[in-house]
């Protein structure tokens, strides 16, 4: 792909296997083709890697994470499970929505969490609302954990942010669907991995093996799920359609 972008004439080219376009550099046309490049450069240059929350680092871009915001106000989860901590940002991050809206907690499981990782996050003035649970996200005894710390009652969000493999990513969506709440959601992270796999940091395999495939084929073989973005609480713009490292990410369960 060839762009050129002239800002003199506000005029931005695209040009794809020898096809033309040209368009209003100041249209939602471009600015799509422009925001596809730069989550691309963006994602080769670690930018995701430059945030936190609350003091600890939060790997994520903050379009995904403000998105994600919305979602958990209007839904108001009794849980929000999460595979995979890290450093422990975005567990810091739910609990603290969950301490502003007086309602929820978090759970977050990882195959290894390390002993500085778990030692700040313990210290940190979220932890009262946050367990965590180590061991890998796909063994039946963690699963069976998670179960158990989890009411029947209760309305339940799930995050997946562990292994991005396409079999893993997959395995988890079988075996974690059944927690989500009829109305609420179980999401698919970094399906940008796909877009990105022929970037430096990238890999030629990512074009399949990914979480967004992972989430269509899931989607595909459980008609009580479906793949779409929840709508924005707030658009006074022309715009549809986020900025995102998530695309097919958000899994209603419907009902």
């Known amino acids: 792909m060839t762009i050129t972008i002239d800002t003199d004439t506000r005029r931005l080219f695209v040009e794809t296997n020898g096809n033309k376009q040209e368009l209003d550099l100041y249209s939602d046309e471009a600015f799509r083709v422009i925001s596809d490049l730069y989550l691309k450069v963006g994602w080769n240059q670690k930018y995701t890697y430059t945030f936190s929350w609350m003091g600890r680092p939060m790997i994520q871009l903050p379009d995904d994470m403000l998105r994600l915001q919305e979602l958990i106000y209007d839904?108001?989860?009794?849980?929000?499970?999460?595979?995979?901590?890290?450093?422990?940002?975005s567990l810091i991050f739910y609990a603290s929505l969950c301490k502003a809206m007086n309602k929820g907690r978090v759970l977050g499981i990882d195959i290894e969490i390390r002993p500085h990782?778990?030692?700040?996050?313990?210290?940190?003035?979220?932890?009262?609302?946050?367990?965590?649970?180590?061991?890998?996200?796909?063994?039946?005894?963690?699963?069976?954990?998670?179960k158990n710390n989890v009411g029947?009652?209760?309305t339940v969000l799930v995050i997946l942010d562990s292994n991005h493999t396409y079999d893993h990513v997959l395995k988890e969506l079988e075996l974690y669907s059944g927690l989500v709440t009829p109305g609420s959601y179980i999401v698919?992270?970094?399906?940008?991995?796909?877009?990105?796999?022929d970037v430096p940091r990238g890999e030629p395999d990512w074009v399949t093996d990914n979480p967004a495939n992972a989430a269509e084929d899931f989607v595909k073989a459980n008609p009580d799920f479906s793949i779409g973005e929840p709508t924005w609480p707030f658009n006074e713009s022309t715009l549809s359609g986020n900025i995102t490292h998530w695309p097919s990410a958000f899994i209603r369960r419907n009902g």
């Open 75 to 89: 839904l108001k989860p009794d849980v929000i499970v999460e595979t995979g901590i890290a450093h422990g940002g």
């Open 117 to 146: 990782n778990r030692s700040a996050i313990e210290a940190h003035e979220m932890f009262p609302l946050i367990t965590m649970i180590e061991g890998s996200s796909v063994d039946n005894q963690i699963i069976e954990e998670v």
């Open 152 to 154: 029947d009652a209760e």
């Open 188 to 197: 698919s992270t970094d399906g940008v991995m796909r877009d990105v796999a």
